[in-house]
């Protein structure tokens, strides 16, 4: 029986988490509901917790506080993706509870899941049960429910609910149940609980390096398993509001704050870091949010803008071990003002970047998630006081939006661009003469005028909103839809485009990607030349993997 964890054991139990998480990332991979190449997130939580289970096993410690505080700060900077962002937050919480404890038992760690649980749900407006949420909160259930005084037996009662749980989740939301699906990211937290309770028996871990993400290409080198299209939600609130608050009393809670906010909108997420509190929510009234939040402290880089929310899963293509785009980076160049950085795939599109002044190019996007670590190492590389970041990818944006926590030496400034097309008007949008808030503001409207969409492979059969679609079929998407299904690539591409254009398009950008042939391209581009005489039709190399054509209409 253990009656007590110490910082030894906790460390091997994060090793062991990590190696199991790892070993599974394929199977969490294919629960994506999204039948695209480009949700993994199995690869996305399994990058994250490895970052935390490297930080261990390079070092020893004297205290479960310690490790747990490790732990936080690590899946905090190496967070990819919405999925690992959470996964961060309910550490951060653990972490908490921990905070100055020698050893750790049955009431220490229940009271520590409970509070992790507690945490990640304070991220956001409104969390969406049959969720990774709803299984964390279950298993802090278990864990406070537990009487005994054996921790490997509490951790057992834990599994035990959590699995029972995330059964459920098959119907407690439309999309999975259509799938047959249970929840992948709330499958990733138990292959990570399922390896804490693997190391309860002593035995020394050692640390598997994670293997690298496939970059998924047409042959459908991918998870067989059909799935269904993850729908998105109509919006409901007009206005994005972000802003930080530089707290009045460092020991002040924003529980009130969050209070007093959390019925005017959605998608809210408040971090309180001690000093600051982060504020992230959609509302139709903005007026009354910053109210509210002027009551706790001094606002800074605010921003209230229009902003579609929408959640997927993205692949992860950097290997472990390999350095991350963000190491590789060039040596700090002499301090400026004002420095812009951007994500993006591919040699072209990197380059398009280069040649709008953008000052960094952090490698990643459609088919790799750069990490928080990655873009804060991209950040400090410009030795700028402040720095715009263009994310080019929904979900990259809340990973992007760490950073602002983990720098002390110059302002962040995310400009919440969902697409590399939204990316490139925002940098098109650059004006010297003004300050960066106004700048990133600018920058964010420029990206709202534009409408983007892709063509891509279905991964895998399945069947979306009355379309059958087969493994290998072209898939055009607009506005996180799928809005074109065939096996002809271009009478896709050509359908898409005419999905998004109007008798008012002016602009009708096309970036080939890599598997896009020259023949391909050249017969696209005479055919939308003659359909559209009266706009600008324009046909760029991007060189993007994954994606056949990256597309803007302006």
Same mark, same amino acid.
């Given at each position: 029986?253990?009656?007590?964890?110490?910082?030894?054991?906790?460390?091997?139990?994060?090793?062991?988490?990590?190696?199991?998480?790892?070993?599974?990332?394929?199977?969490?991979?294919?629960?994506?509901?999204?039948?695209?190449?480009?949700?993994?997130?199995?690869?996305?939580?399994?990058?994250?917790?490895?970052?935390?289970?490297?930080?261990?096993?390079?070092?020893?410690?004297?205290?479960?506080?310690?490790?747990?505080?490790?732990?936080?700060?690590?899946?905090?900077?190496?967070?990819?993706?919405?999925?690992?962002?959470?996964?961060?937050?309910?550490?951060?919480?653990?972490?908490?509870?921990?905070? !100055?404890?020698?050893?750790?038992? @049955?009431? =220490?760690?229940?009271?520590?899941?409970?509070? $992790?649980? %507690?945490?990640?749900?304070? *991220?956001?407006?409104?969390?969406?049960?049959?969720?990774?949420?709803?299984?964390?909160?279950?298993?802090?259930?278990?864990?406070?429910?537990?009487?005994?005084?054996?921790?490997?037996?509490?951790?057992?009662?834990?599994?035990?609910?959590?699995?029972?749980?995330?059964?459920?989740?098959?119907?407690?939301?439309?999309?999975?149940?259509?799938?047959?699906?249970?929840?992948?990211? !709330?499958?990733?937290?138990?292959? @990570?609980? =399922?390896?804490?309770?693997?190391?309860?028996? $002593?035995? %020394?871990?050692?640390?598997? *390096?994670?293997?690298?993400?496939?970059?998924?290409?047409?042959?459908?080198?991918?998870?067989?398993?059909?799935?269904?299209?993850?729908?998105?939600?109509?919006?409901?609130?007009?206005?994005?509001?972000?802003?930080?608050?530089?707290?009045?009393?460092?020991?002040?809670?924003?529980?009130?704050?969050?209070?007093?906010?959390e019925g005017k909108g959605d998608c809210m997420l408040i971090i309180d870091e001690e000093e600051i509190v982060k504020v992230h929510i959609h509302t139709n009234n903005p007026g009354y949010v910053l109210e509210q939040a002027v009551k706790l402290g001094e606002m800074v880089n605010i921003k209230i803008d229009n902003m579609k929310h929408q959640h997927s899963s993205?692949?992860?293509?950097?290997?472990?071990?390999?350095?991350?785009?963000?190491?590789?980076?060039?040596?700090?160049?002499?301090?400026?003002?004002?420095?812009?950085?951007?994500?993006?795939?591919?040699?072209?599109?990197?380059?398009?970047?280069?040649?709008?002044?953008?000052?960094?190019?952090i490698e990643g996007g459609q088919t790799m998630n750069p990490s928080t670590e990655d873009i804060l190492a991209a950040a400090n590389a410009t030795n700028a006081k402040n720095v715009i970041i263009l994310p080019n990818n929904k979900n990259i944006i809340l990973s992007a939006e760490q950073v602002q926590y983990l720098t002390e030496d110059r302002k962040i400034f995310v400009v919440p661009t969902r697409s590399v097309p939204e990316g490139i008007a925002a940098a098109m949008a650059f004006s010297p003469e003004l300050g960066p808030e106004e700048l990133a503001k600018a920058m964010e409207e420029a990206a709202k005028a534009v409408k983007s969409g892709s063509v891509t492979f279905?991964?895998?059969?399945?069947?979306?909103?009355?379309?059958?679609?087969?493994?290998?079929?072209?898939?055009?998407?607009?506005?996180?839809?799928?809005?074109?299904?065939?096996?002809?690539?271009?009478?896709?591409?050509?359908?898409?485009?005419?999905?998004?254009?109007?008798?008012?398009?002016?602009?009708?950008?096309?970036?080939?990607?890599?598997?896009?042939?020259?023949?391909?391209?050249?017969?696209?581009?005479?055919?939308?030349?003659?359909?559209?005489?009266?706009?600008?039709?324009?046909?760029?190399?991007?060189?993007?993997?994954?994606?056949?054509?990256?597309?803007?209409?302006?």
């Amino acid at each position: 029986m253990i009656n007590q964890i110490d910082a030894a054991l906790l460390r091997n139990m994060v090793l062991s988490a990590a190696n199991n998480l790892s070993a599974n990332k394929d199977a969490v991979d294919a629960l994506n509901v999204f039948p695209v190449p480009d949700g993994d997130t199995g690869t996305n939580m399994g990058l994250t917790f490895m970052n935390a289970a490297k930080e261990v096993e390079a070092n020893t410690y004297a205290s479960v506080s310690d490790v747990a505080s490790a732990v936080a700060k690590a899946t905090l900077r190496g967070a990819r993706g919405n999925s690992g962002v959470i996964l961060s937050q309910i550490f951060r919480g653990i972490s908490k509870v921990l905070k !100055g404890l020698e050893t750790a038992g @049955v009431s =220490e760690l229940a009271a520590a899941l409970k509070t $992790g649980s %507690d945490t990640a749900y304070s *991220a956001v407006m409104k969390p969406t049960e049959g969720t990774i949420l709803t299984v964390i909160r279950k298993c802090a259930q278990a864990a406070q429910e537990y009487e005994g005084e054996d921790v490997e037996a509490m951790m057992e009662a834990v599994i035990a609910k959590g699995n029972r749980t995330l059964a459920k989740t098959t119907q407690m939301l439309p999309q999975l149940q259509q799938a047959g699906v249970v929840d992948a990211g !709330g499958q990733g937290l138990m292959f @990570v609980l =399922e390896g804490f309770t693997m190391a309860l028996d $002593g035995r %020394d871990v050692v640390l598997n *390096a994670m293997p690298g993400a496939k970059s998924a290409h047409a042959d459908g080198a991918q998870p067989e398993n059909a799935q269904q299209a993850l729908k998105t939600e109509d919006i409901k609130f007009t206005y994005c509001t972000e802003f930080i608050v530089n707290k009045y009393d460092p020991s002040a809670s924003a529980d009130g704050l969050r209070t007093a906010i959390e019925g005017k909108g959605d998608c809210m997420l408040i971090i309180d870091e001690e000093e600051i509190v982060k504020v992230h929510i959609h509302t139709n009234n903005p007026g009354y949010v910053l109210e509210q939040a002027v009551k706790l402290g001094e606002m800074v880089n605010i921003k209230i803008d229009n902003m579609k929310h929408q959640h997927s899963s993205i692949i992860n293509g950097e290997k472990a071990g390999e350095p991350s785009p963000a190491e590789e980076a060039a040596p700090a160049a002499p301090e400026k003002e004002l420095a812009i950085i951007s994500v993006a795939a591919g040699e072209g599109l990197a380059q398009t970047f280069r040649d709008l002044n953008i000052d960094g190019i952090i490698e990643g996007g459609q088919t790799m998630n750069p990490s928080t670590e990655d873009i804060l190492a991209a950040a400090n590389a410009t030795n700028a006081k402040n720095v715009i970041i263009l994310p080019n990818n929904k979900n990259i944006i809340l990973s992007a939006e760490q950073v602002q926590y983990l720098t002390e030496d110059r302002k962040i400034f995310v400009v919440p661009t969902r697409s590399v097309p939204e990316g490139i008007a925002a940098a098109m949008a650059f004006s010297p003469e003004l300050g960066p808030e106004e700048l990133a503001k600018a920058m964010e409207e420029a990206a709202k005028a534009v409408k983007s969409g892709s063509v891509t492979f279905a991964v895998r059969d399945t069947s979306i909103d009355g379309m059958d679609i087969a493994k290998g079929n072209y898939l055009g998407l607009s506005g996180g839809k799928i809005a074109a299904v065939g096996e002809d690539l271009n009478e896709i591409t050509a359908k898409l485009i005419a999905e998004m254009a109007d008798g008012d398009s002016e602009v009708i950008s096309v970036y080939q990607g890599s598997d896009a042939t020259e023949e391909d391209a050249a017969a696209l581009e005479e055919r939308l030349c003659e359909a559209y005489p009266d706009a600008d039709v324009l046909f760029y190399d991007g060189g993007q993997p994954v994606y056949y054509y990256l597309i803007s209409v302006e």
